[in-house]
């Protein structure tokens, strides 16, 4: 189950990628908005970011105008490895050698057919472990240090 959310800047790519799991015969759950109407990027990539760090999702999917505003709050979330991407390398590159469980795009600055390409990219790329896993290794500890207060 991948979830998903958007604000009304990447409403119209979240119904097109949504459309393209469905293809792939992959379910998701969307987490809002489900209307143009103007809303708080925060808002919905804290439902997704939270829904991931707690397990309750595996993989995640965020949209607002640029991208921008959704991977900073999703990189909030204990355990959360959002990417922000914008061509079909960094969509595999962020599996690969990130290991993103939470994929970020702009609505206002890909396109849909581009858009559904990376996600396909992204969800089939494996990640590659090795030297990639000693780099989060070390983004988790730094996660470790900072909710422990040892900044």
């Not at 409403?11 to 809002?32: F, N, S």
């Not at 595996?58 to 914008?86: D, E, H, Y």
Request: aromatic fraction near 6%; hydrophobic fraction near 40%; proline fraction near 2%.
């Amino acid at each position: 189950m991948i979830f998903i959310a958007s604000d009304h800047g990447g409403l119209d790519l979240k119904e097109a990628i949504k459309a393209c799991l469905a293809e792939r015969g992959l379910a998701c759950r969307d987490l809002g908005t489900d209307n143009g109407n103007s809303v708080d990027y925060p808002d919905f990539g804290e439902k997704v970011g939270r829904a991931v760090s707690c397990g309750e999702a595996q993989r995640g999917i965020l949209l607002c105008g640029t991208g921008i505003g959704m991977s900073i709050v999703a990189n909030k979330f204990p355990g959360v490895r959002a990417a922000l991407v914008w061509d079909e390398f960094t969509a595999r590159m962020a599996k690969e050698h990130n290991n993103a469980n939470v994929l970020v795009m702009g609505g206002r600055v890909q396109s849909p057919d581009t858009a559904c390409r990376m996600v396909g990219i992204w969800l089939d790329a494996v990640f590659e472990g090795g030297r990639h896993q000693q780099r989060l290794d070390k983004i988790k500890q730094i996660e470790e240090d900072v909710q422990a207060g040892r900044l």
